[in-house]
């Protein structure tokens, strides 16, 4: 906008040598109280704002160094796949969006799978980055999916998958959509091998991923305020021409609506999840179960007291 600011000054700092240290690097302004957050607090709070709870954005490495016990995982190898097949262009090739988005982030597409525990059962939890291309869904993407969904077959342990996503990836076309049904399949591997599938459902969650995978999960969990749906608020309004309520697509609304299971803070999750797998494995939890506690002794109710055999043999005379 200004060549002052946007030329002029990075050339004088570079030539000077002075290292771009400005407050945007150490303090983070929260999306949803307006307070300025130092970088580090934000860091170890997860990136929850410890004044309001909103919950921000992480991404994929974050989310496993979070979720893994120890934050010690073993992360899958990137598959392959074809780059830019139908050499699609707009502003911008999409092979350099590629290699930007692949500076940016470390990472080779939007979507990371990895090994390890969480309470000390063995896991596999696919990441998606949404500061690699919207999180969006191509092909790279679909075949980290299925790759971790191989992999919990393989090792027989449950799939945690955490999703932020705004959809297909259109530079991909028909070959991006192609991974709804890849994925689907890859879920229903998973069931046939009768091994659980949680679903942690991030701001945003939209898009083809809410039509295929991340809608299919055994449970849905949601983070606090986030962001679920499969086409935006705008475009649904105007087509039913109504005005929609404020919580609308929010994970509490659906919570509500039975879209989802339940809504959970980032710092309960990886509890949750130990729990949910507990159950649903009978392995046992880490975390204790959160039961009531019992109060008496049950020994001295006679309800409980073993029925007389008595009562099979006149069952048995009638
Ligand atoms: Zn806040």
Known sequence: ???????????????????????????????????????????????????????MKANAKQRFGWMFDGGTYDELPYVPVPADPLKFRDEKRYTDRLKDARAKTGQQDAVLAARGTIGNLPVVIVAQNFMFMGGSLGMASGEAFVAGAERAVADQVPLVLVVASGGARMQEGILSLMQMPRTTAAVQMLRDARLPYIVVLTDPTTGGVVASYAMLGDVHIAEPGATIGFSGRRVIENTIREKLPESFQ????????????????????????????????????????AVPETTEAPAEDPAATPPSDTEPQQQAAQ
């Open 1 to 55: 906008m200004n060549w002052i600011t946007n030329f002029v000054r990075p050339r004088i700092k570079s030539l000077m040598g002075v290292k771009d240290q400005t407050p945007e690097n150490l303090w983070t302004k929260c999306p949803g109280c307006g307070e300025m957050l130092f970088q580090r607090d934000l860091e170890a709070a997860q990136l929850v704002c410890q004044h309001c709870d909103f919950h």
């Open 250 to 289: 929010r994970a509490e609304y659906l919570l509500e609506h039975g879209m989802v299971d339940m809504v959970v803070h980032r710092h309960k999750l990886n509890e949750t999840i130990a729990r949910l797998i507990g159950l649903m494995t009978a392995a046992p939890a880490a975390t204790p179960l």
